[in-house]
């Protein structure tokens, strides 16, 4: 067959809009589309999904066994302690009825309080001669382990739901969400060697702050894992307060917020804390605010605000920014090196809105593992 001289817009009909092979062409996509066109894209989506549920799935596993080490290694008990560690894995928390809004900010308070002191009376039951400060590590593993295994659980549960019922709308929402919960996944996975190590965060540098203030005074526990110093600045007198380092904790300042106030009279609050930056923002820069800067699910914002208002006490905030990632992993130089600033600009704000004679209460917010006072 002689193909220099073979008419191809001939076989196919170009420029023929009535060719039957060209029609047929068109028209099979269509069809494939219009009948089968959800499921298509629910294939092509479910591939991706599929590799970061699998990456999720070796988070889970990687923290269960990084958490399991360290309590043997630790752990003064001859017992296995997987068993129990498996347990308070799956342990879940029912948050109180919100139907009725009132008193609900106490229900919660108590329902989130009681977990974490029935972790901390089970952990130590794992290894009885355990330090106060190993302990507070082993929480907060636990914590990143059960936090990772409930991501898991609930990416797995909506891909398979989808999946089961071929419904590509329904797996739409967790297609959108995924780089964001990979993003946390992934932070809460690289944090372990940090709080394993006992090292400092990102979220730390509010207590760093505080602590390199208050570590020439005497301090004293106003409340659970909470201490107090007091420092004078140009004739003003400082209550200094965070969470008792160098252990993996955030403290309660709201409960030691309502003891000291109950005796003495403060003029201003001033919070520091880490919070999270906007893409585009440069990490570890430093933002002045006005109201409570504290995370959480919400209740100690409440009761400071609460006790802020009732006694008439204006509150200041500083805030250093920065990712997810930062937040919860080794702090990095550029966070650390803001300490300093910070702490300038503490003394800046208590020049401008207080009077010699007055108390300023300055409280290092953020989990002080690592930072001493």
Do not use: C
């Not at 017992?79 to 008193?103: A, C, E, H, Q, S």
């Amino acid at each position: 067959m002689n193909f220099t001289n073979f008419d191809f817009d001939q076989l196919f009909g170009m420029g023929d809009d009535t060719n039957p092979i060209m029609m047929i062409i068109w028209i099979i996509p269509i069809i494939l589309f219009v009948f089968y066109g959800q499921r298509i894209q629910l294939y092509i989506t479910s591939s991706e999904i599929k590799k970061a549920i699998k990456k999720l799935d070796s988070f889970k596993d990687e923290s269960r066994n990084e958490l399991i080490d360290y309590i043997k290694k630790n752990s003064t008990s001859k017992d296995d302690p997987i068993k129990k560690i498996d347990r308070f894995l799956d342990y879940f928390t029912i948050m109180p009825v919100d139907m009725d809004p009132n008193g609900i900010v106490d229900k919660v308070r108590h329902t989130v309080r009681s977990r974490e002191d029935y972790t901390r009376e089970h952990v130590k039951l794992l290894s009885p001669k355990l330090s106060d400060l190993e302990l507070t590590k082993v929480q907060t593993l636990l914590e990143i382990t059960s936090s990772l295994q409930l991501i898991y659980k609930i990416v797995n549960h909506m891909y398979l739901t989808a999946k089961k019922q071929n419904n590509y709308p329904l797996i739409l929402p967790l297609q959108m969400l995924l780089p964001f919960i990979m993003e946390q996944a992934e932070a809460m996975k690289e944090a372990i060697p940090a709080f394993k190590a006992g090292q400092p965060v990102g979220d730390g540098i509010g207590p760093m702050v505080v602590g390199k203030m208050m570590l020439d005074s005497q301090k004293e526990t106003v409340a659970f894992q909470t201490v107090l110093a007091k420092a004078e600045f140009e004739n003003r007198q400082l209550f200094l307060l965070k969470a008792e380092g160098p252990s993996s904790t955030v403290g309660r300042p709201a409960d030691a917020l309502e003891t000291i106030v109950s005796t003495n009279k403060f003029n201003a609050i001033i919070m520091i804390d880490a919070a999270l930056k906007m893409e585009g923002e440069d990490s570890a820069s430093v933002a002045q605010g006005f109201g409570a800067a504290i995370g959480g699910i919400g209740f100690d914002r409440f009761q400071i605000e609460a006790i802020a208002t009732s006694n008439n006490i204006p509150v200041f905030s500083i805030v250093v920014k920065q990712s997810v990632k930062e937040a919860i992993t080794l702090m990095t130089k550029e966070i650390a090196d803001q300490a300093d600033n910070v702490r300038s600009q503490v003394y800046e704000m208590i020049q401008e809105n207080t009077k010699e004679g007055q108390s300023v209460l300055i409280i290092g917010v953020g989990n002080t593992a690592g930072v001493l006072q």
